[in-house]
């Protein structure tokens, strides 16, 4: 296996809220933009799974794109300039909260209520060549269930979304980037991959529990092209990171 590394992207919110989980709509078109001009691609995981099975390696020059909880937003403020360069996505749902609010716990000061998306829209998403992945039923803390009650948030999710949508769903994202030992034992036995939240690149690690870059922290810094090409990794140490993570937060 090539150590060629993967920048996998995390949004969540497109909306011009400011809140630490929105990126606006402007913002994220410019996004787009700069990974094509880079002359790269924007891609689904399952995409880059499956060049990666094939090839046995990472696709080069291309950056894989995932949305978490399943905003409403993302169909009219994401999809429109991803489809416009030809790109993919993997956007992650909170399978019973589709048709509803972000109600699961208190939201980002600035966001307040948001809807989600309509299974109709999830549908329509599939057409249009986006990937759905898994992100529970309740978005629960998964550290805090018995091993029976997080099956159920985990493979219940995933059940849901292939009855509802008529895809298959692969690849699961943890809610909180929150793990414990079995919580992985269910996740590796379910999917064929799965997300956290570490800020960091993807090379060589464990299928089950492949790295993002959150674009918050891109945007506060103006690094994001500094992340498709893996110099970000090479021009930010541990320590730098969590400085600007810090200050991001506070921001
Ligand atoms: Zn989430």
């Given at each position: 296996m090539s150590e060629n590394g993967l920048t996998i992207l995390t949004w969540h919110s497109i909306d011009?809220?400011?809140?630490?989980?929105s990126i606006s709509p402007r913002q994220f078109s410019d996004q787009m933009a700069a990974i094509a001009d880079a002359g790269y691609r924007g891609i689904s995981l399952q995409q880059a799974l499956t060049h990666r099975e094939v090839h046995a390696e990472w696709p080069a020059r291309a950056v894989v794109l995932t949305f978490d909880?399943?905003?409403?937003?993302f169909v009219s403020s994401a999809l429109p300039a991803i489809s416009r360069h030809g790109f993919s996505a993997t956007v992650y749902l909170i399978s019973r909260h589709i048709e509803g609010i972000?109600?699961?716990?208190p939201p980002p000061e600035g966001l307040g209520n948001q809807r989600m998306l309509s299974w109709v829209q999830v549908r329509e998403m599939v057409d249009a060549g986006i990937e759905i992945g898994a992100h529970t039923?309740?978005?629960?803390?998964?550290?805090?269930?018995d091993s029976a009650r997080a099956r159920e948030e985990i493979a219940g999710s995933r059940n849901e979304i292939e009855d509802q949508a008529g895809c298959s769903v692969t690849t699961f994202a943890f809610p909180f980037g929150y793990r414990s030992e079995t919580v992985d034992d269910i996740v590796r036995s379910e999917f064929t991959a799965a997300c956290t939240t570490q800020l960091r690149r993807a090379s060589s690690e464990l299928l089950h529990e492949l790295p993002r870059i959150d674009v918050y922290y891109l945007q506060k810094i103006g690094l994001f092209g500094k992340a498709l090409d893996g110099s970000l990794d090479r021009y930010l140490t541990i320590r730098r990171w969590g400085r600007i993570v810090k200050n991001a937060v506070v921001d």
């Open positions: 011009a809220s400011g809140s630490v989980i909880d399943g905003y409403e937003n972000n109600d699961w716990g039923c309740t978005h629960p803390d998964l550290r805090r269930l």
